[in-house]
């Protein structure tokens, strides 16, 4: 049900795209359907991290060491993130169906080591830039989201939400 209403929100916008000659696009996103729809759906989850941890950063944590209102701050962001991006990958970018909750767990334990890997990218990349390079927390948050995004989107299509019966091994 959640894909049939996201591809009827999705032909909207593209009918939209076709009716003000703009069809180049459309035609573009509907070739590209899965990767385009994992940056709409990425661009969110980084925008989840972005406002969460932006908020722990600057109001809850602000009076700790920066060293650890960083690295908590991010934490809170990529974990809920994290959450986001799972549900989301899983429902509406790769359609990802198991049966049983052994083959549920795997592909959630594989989803979380994965991104586990990307955040310890992301809290260095900030620890650096923010803590001794003293750079802006909010346009490094961006910055470290877009080297982030892309290796969650190599990993998720290649470890996690492999199409079933797809080769793995060549």
Excluded at 16 to 33: Q, S, T, V
Excluded at 53 to 59: A, G
Excluded at 128 to 155: D, E, H, S
Aim: charged share 20%; hydrophobic share 55%.
């Amino acid at each position: 049900m959640a894909i049939e209403l996201l591809e009827k929100v999705e032909n909207f916008f593209l009918n939209i795209l076709k009716k003000i000659k703009l069809g180049f696009l459309a035609k573009i996103y509907e070739d590209h359907r899965e990767g385009m729809r994992y940056i709409v759906f990425g661009a969110l989850a980084t925008l989840v991290n972005i406002v969460f941890s932006s908020l722990f950063y600057y109001v809850v944590f602000k009076t700790l060491p920066e060293k650890n209102r960083s690295d908590f701050s991010n934490s809170v962001g990529i974990g809920l993130a994290m959450a986001f991006a799972y549900l989301t990958n899983k429902l509406f970018v790769f359609d990802s169906k198991t049966e049983g909750i052994k083959a549920l767990f795997k592909e959630m334990a594989s989803f979380v080591g994965c991104r586990l890997i990307t955040a310890v990218v992301e809290v260095l990349m900030m620890r650096v830039t923010v803590v001794y390079w003293q750079l802006n927390y909010v346009l490094m948050k961006i910055v470290t989201n877009i080297v982030v995004m892309i290796l969650n989107f190599i990993f998720s299509k290649i470890f996690i939400f492999k199409k079933k019966g797809a080769k793995t091994d060549e």
